[in-house]
């Protein structure tokens, strides 16, 4: 089996953890998405890009980012639908390019009150 590519990722996501609305963390399972799989929802379903591009962007082939993007959209959907917990590797294993990132400048969205 060949080494794994570092992968490149952009951006750092503002929130980590995500879970159904009044159930405790300690009675629900987790799901994790690895920063790999957060750059490819970031590029294939918010920059809107084409495959072929966004996985030019991240430095693999067309082949990897489409089993990557598979991946990250069943863990979501199985935390959606089954009422887990998402969680989002934020430890960085990829290389970060925070100058190719459009989102660098913005600042954190204001907290809403509820």
Known sequence: MRPCKKRRVCCQPYSSYFKPRGVPCSSLD????KPDEIEA???????ELYQ?????KMNIS????GRIIDS???KIAHALLEGKALRLDVKQKGKIHENLC????QQRPPKRSL
């Open 102 to 105: 459009p989102h660098k400048k």
């Open 30 to 33: 987790e799901v994790v998405l």
């Open 72 to 74: 990250a959209h069943k």
């Open 41 to 47: 929802i970031r590029l294939a379903d918010l920059e």
């Open 62 to 65: 067309r082949p990897t980012f």
């Open 52 to 56: 072929e591009e966004a996985a030019k």
